[in-house]
């Protein structure tokens, strides 16, 4: 019976441990599970699918020239670069590494051990690729020189100039310039007719230096743009002198300020195919300048686009409409100054538009002014310093940050990069982890009920006391 006994134990042991293999390697398994899901990439390399749309952006959406000229238009694209890895989603690696089409394009997912690179976390910094065409070559062709357009008249008529970008994992983008070309103006020459006494020269009148909707005084004669010089004029008016000066790298903003200091003269910077038909010009009067104005340092640089770029990005994104200005000049300006911006691509005659100026520590705009009219294409309004401002018939002051609306909307630089990656997380895998702690419960739960169940039937199986063991043999 001893011997009996003991074949039994050592039976019942082998039962036992066999019991608790397979609770014990579905419980690896899931482990295993949860141990991966947790291991995948829950960055934005996760999220492969669409990035949004590369914004483009023209200084100017018009250009006057005439045949033979040229003249340069500054190109904002944005992002300026992206950082991703190959992740799944993409056609070169679908979220299938054997998918047919992959394979057929020679495209292979896996590696030499046959695991799927999909979600590799090494990430690469892609750039936009941008390119420049023009509806009628005949008339203006244009080509990108880093971030500038350079357009070139070729015939009198009109043509579109259309600057498109690409970058990977994002929706193409596009911005236009209207292009009206001209005649040369011929010179010389007399005209058939009676041939009498030469009229009187007419008396020469001293114009007025009243500026027109572009900012130029109206009795201003048309100046071309150059690129290649100072391109400077003066004009005596009945008000005082008033100096044209084309904001082309060429000129010397300090310097020309100092000439008018505490004087009624005035200097007028102006940017665009024409002094006629600027993208924006600035009017500086000299009584309204301070006293060491040659000695600060001024760029009249403007950039005009509907989004502008980070933080104001995001904001403008909610807004139904708006111009965004971004100065080159940082900071308080030499003096109060009348800015003339044309706007007439977004914005008809008429047009009653709120003044905005962002401020950095709210991360959000401020109302300035509510009621600056559009006249002749040109929107005008003065400022005393440079930051964003913006124009919109929208309440631009109503909208605050949504940070899953535009990645990297963060009120500290430094936060930028970690946004990013929280809200590629929200927005693709934000299911992961729950779903592996979900594994590691639903296998615990699994491993409990199996342990119970065999322990009943080891216990029902157990003889009653006194009983004799069953003899098999018997």
Not at 6 to 31: F, H, I, M, Q, Y
Not at 230 to 237: F, K, Q
Request: aromatic share 6%.
């Amino acid at each position: 019976m001893g011997i009996r006994f003991n074949e039994r134990a050592v039976a019942s042991g082998s039962t036992a441990k066999r019991s608790w293999r397979a609770p014990a390697a579905l419980l690896a398994c899931a482990l295993a599970l949860a141990l991966a899901a947790c291991l995948v990439p829950t960055t934005k390399a996760a999220a492969y699918f669409s990035f949004g749309t590369v914004g483009v952006s023209l200084g100017s959406s018009y250009a006057s020239l005439q045949v033979g000229s040229s003249t340069s238009v500054s190109v904002s694209i944005s992002p300026s670069s992206s950082d991703q890895t190959l992740g799944c989603g993409m056609a070169k690696c679908p979220q299938v590494c054997d998918t047919e089409e992959s394979l057929a394009a020679g495209y292979s997912c896996f590696d030499a051990n046959g695991q799927c690179t999909c979600s590799g976390r090494s990430y690469s910094t892609y750039y936009p690729d941008a390119y420049a065409s023009s509806s009628n070559a005949g008339v203006a062709t244009a080509y990108l020189s880093g971030s500038t357009l350079v357009v070139t008249a070729n015939g009198p008529g009109s043509a579109t100039i259309t600057v498109g970008a690409s970058l990977r994992q994002y929706a193409d983008g596009a911005a236009s310039l209207q292009v009206d070309v001209s005649s040369p103006v011929s010179s010389g020459g007399s005209s058939s007719g009676d041939v009498g006494s030469p009229a009187p020269a007419p008396v020469p009148s001293v114009p007025s230096a009243t500026p027109s909707a572009t900012g130029v005084p109206q009795a201003a004669e048309a100046v071309e743009s150059k690129s290649d010089e100072l391109n400077e004029t003066v004009l005596d008016t009945v008000a005082g002198k008033v100096i044209l000066v084309e904001r082309n790298g060429h000129e010397d903003a300090p310097a020309q300020l100092a000439k008018i200091v505490g004087t009624s003269d005035q200097v007028v910077f102006w940017q665009g195919a024409s002094s006629e038909h600027p993208d924006y010009s600035w009017t500086f009067v000299g009584a309204d300048l301070a006293e060491n104005a040659a000695s600060m340092p001024f760029d009249p640089t403007l950039s005009i686009s509907k989004l502008g770029t980070g933080n104001v990005s995001n904001i403008m994104k909610q807004a139904k409409d708006g111009l965004v200005l971004d100065f080159a000049h940082e900071g308080p300006l030499p003096g109060t100054a009348s800015l003339y911006v044309n706007v007439d691509a977004s914005f008809a005659d008429g047009t009653k538009l709120g003044l905005y100026c962002y401020d950095e520590d709210a991360c959000a705009f401020k109302q300035v002014e509510t009621e600056v009219t559009v006249e002749g294409g040109y929107a005008s309004f003065k400022i005393d310093h440079c930051s964003s401002w913006a124009l919109s018939t929208d309440d631009l002051a109503a909208y605050r940050l949504q940070e899953t609306n535009t990645p990297g909307a963060k009120a500290q630089v430094e936060r930028a990069v970690q946004a990013q990656d929280n809200i590629a997380d929200e927005g693709s895998n934000g299911w992961i982890v729950p779903v592996a702690v979900g594994i590691v419960v639903v296998a615990a739960a699994v491993v409990a009920a199996v342990v119970l169940v065999r322990r009943r039937k080891a216990v029902a199986s157990e003889p009653e006391a006194g009983e004799a063991p069953v003899d098999a043999d018997e």
